[in-house]
């Protein structure tokens, strides 16, 4: 995750203040004031990469309309929990959710294609 948030920040050219994480090792505390500041007009935080930390229990719909997965997970159920942070009743702007689907020369770790037909499957 640090190297996402690097190379975002790198790429994007933002300031130090402009991205936050939020992962599960995090205490309590420390993520509500990250949350907090993401949700407020005057701060300079408009970009948080999470982990599956962020995916219940955290309404973003007011701060954002934005979600990219970097992973798909096994779970169709865990697949909508995670779109629905962005993407609930008083949304004012049309959710874009976006799944960046990696691919690797190792058999053994590319994983993306079979994950997407289970997914397909279980939807039906």
Do not use: C
Not at 1 to 30: C, Q, Y
Not at 40 to 64: C, M, Q, R
Not at 77 to 100: C, F, S
Not at 108 to 116: F, L, M, N, P, T
């Amino acid at each position: 995750m640090r190297f996402l948030r690097e190379s975002l920040k790198r790429d994007l050219k933002l300031k130090e203040e402009a991205i936050a994480t939020l992962d599960g090792g995090m205490p309590d505390v420390d993520l509500k004031e990250i949350i907090e500041k993401f949700g407020s007009e005057k701060s300079p935080l408009w970009l948080v990469v999470a982990t599956d930390v962020a995916s219940e229990g955290i309404n973003l719909h007011y701060f954002s309309h934005r979600l990219i997965h970097f992973d798909i997970p096994w779970s169709l159920m865990a697949l909508q929990q995670r779109n629905g942070r962005v993407d609930r009743y008083a949304q004012e702007q049309q959710p874009q959710i976006r799944y960046l689907l990696t691919r690797s020369n190792n058999k053994k770790v590319d994983e993306a294609e079979r994950i997407v037909r289970v997914l397909a499957k279980s939807g039906k």
